[in-house]
């Protein structure tokens, strides 16, 4: 079995170039189905996500190709089918967004139920909901749904809950309908914008990204274009809250600081440093963090993706901590593995209540989603002896290379074959 070994790592030191954001690529990758021309896209990370819908778009004529510099060109003009096979589409959330940008065009669309992190059931009711009020029906099977609608059409559509994958959506389908749709308590994220700046620039008519209304008056065509795609803030944020969990000091570039506001915000309040330029952040932390309270939300407040690791960095400041979970209330399952490793973490209705100052020890832990790998990743940083992490496909469904992300800041990690390891370490203790 893989896993990611931890060794105990003071004080790390030095500069990570930020990657593009996941979220948005995602989206970004499907948008570009919207055209029948090429559309080339920079800074795509070659992540897991990635490299499935790759695959999904061999099996329908969607061409997707990565050059050596890295720059991916996405080609629909061969799309044969709308059919998408339910296991792969089910292995990572976002391929609902592959409905959006194509059901107009072709009018069917079949995708698996939305899959990838293991943390929470994410409900597309807001998805249906919109995609029905712009004349789309659904049917519903037990590995998958289909989509289907003879002409989509403009409407007014307010969301019962402000969803960002339902925005995005929305949007793709709106497109290419007929008359003006507008979106009311729209998501305000970043990624919304970029899906909207990238549509746009193909030809789209899209008003209001980054408020919570946007209006989107369909257009019978779009063209291909060059869009670079945003920094990924949650990796940004990541590697900053390491350098308090750590001590140390640790420089994030290629950044939009505007994006990390509400986490630069708290972590000045337990006592990081935070020094900002206009394309780079950097964190620096040398003596005791105070303990303090996040309660997450949609952007811009606090992010639901960066909770978990806060979590981490709670363990070890001066007193009790209180992490509220509004977005994700089940979202709390790194807080079992933490306690493995010597947490004392108690959580009740969405709430997790910390004691900090705790000394953490080596353990064989799982990550269930991206950000539990990466909260469990900072834990072993800290912890006496070694860590070992499993689920580490789920670290890489966001990160291209963690491992060598976290050496060149001089943490002692790698990839290693647990079965081996735990053989080894079982024959010292005999020895």
Excluded: W
Excluded at 127 to 138: P, V
Excluded at 179 to 198: C, H, K, Q, S, Y
Excluded at 251 to 265: F, G, N, R, Y
Excluded at 287 to 292: E, N, R, W
């Amino acid at each position: 079995m893989e896993a990611i070994r931890v060794d105990f790592s003071q004080q790390i030191n030095g500069t990570i170039q930020v990657p593009g954001s996941k979220n948005s690529a995602l989206a970004l990758l499907a948008a570009a189905c919207l055209t029948d021309e090429a559309v080339t896209l920079t800074g795509i990370p070659n992540i897991a996500d990635f490299r499935v819908i790759c695959k999904m778009g061999e099996d329908i004529g969607l061409k997707i190709n990565r050059d050596i510099s890295g720059i991916v060109y996405v080609n629909p003009e061969d799309i044969h089918s709308t059919e998408f096979d339910p296991i792969k589409s089910s292995s990572f959330r976002t391929a609902y967004y592959f409905v959006g940008a194509l059901i107009a065009k072709y009018g069917k669309v079949t995708v698996g139920y939305p899959g990838g992190d293991d943390f929470v059931s994410r409900p597309i009711d807001q998805h249906i909901k919109a995609l029905e009020m712009l004349g789309a029906s659904f049917s519903f099977y037990e590995n998958y749904y289909t989509v289907e609608a003879n002409e989509l059409k403009g409407a007014t559509i307010y969301f019962d809950k402000i969803t960002s994958g339902g925005t995005i959506n929305a949007m793709l389908a709106a497109v290419r309908a007929k008359g003006m749709t507008v979106l009311l308590n729209a998501a305000r994220d970043p990624e919304v914008i970029d899906t909207a700046i990238l549509l746009n620039k193909m030809g789209a008519k899209v008003t209001g990204a980054g408020t919570d209304t946007i209006r989107i008056s369909g257009v019978e065509r779009l063209n291909g274009c060059t869009h670079q795609v945003i920094p990924d803030r949650l990796i940004a944020g990541a590697f900053l809250i390491a350098a308090g969990v750590t001590g140390g000091k640790v420089t994030v570039t290629d950044v939009i600081p505007e994006h990390l506001k509400s986490c630069i915000a708290k972590m000045r309040e337990v006592g990081i440093q935070i020094d900002i330029s206009d394309s780079s952040v950097t964190a620096s932390s040398n003596g005791p963090l105070k303990a303090s309270r996040i309660r997450t939300g949609m952007y811009p407040a606090f992010p639901t993706d960066l909770q978990q690791p806060m979590t981490t960095l709670f363990t070890q400041a001066q007193g009790k901590s209180i992490v509220s979970e509004k977005v994700y209330p089940n979202r709390f399952n790194h807080v079992g593995q933490l306690r493995k490793m010597g947490a004392d973490i108690k959580v009740r209705s969405g709430v997790a209540f910390i004691k900090g100052a705790t000394e953490l020890k080596g353990a064989v832990v799982s990550a269930s989603d991206i950000r539990a790998g990466i909260s469990l990743i900072l834990a072993g940083m800290v912890a006496k002896g070694q860590t070992y992490i499993t689920g580490v496909e789920h670290i890489e469904r966001g990160y291209e290379d963690v491992v060598a992300a976290f050496q060149s800041l001089g943490v002692t990690i790698d990839k290693v074959d647990l079965s081996k390891e735990r053989h080894d370490l079982l024959l010292e203790e005999i020895q």
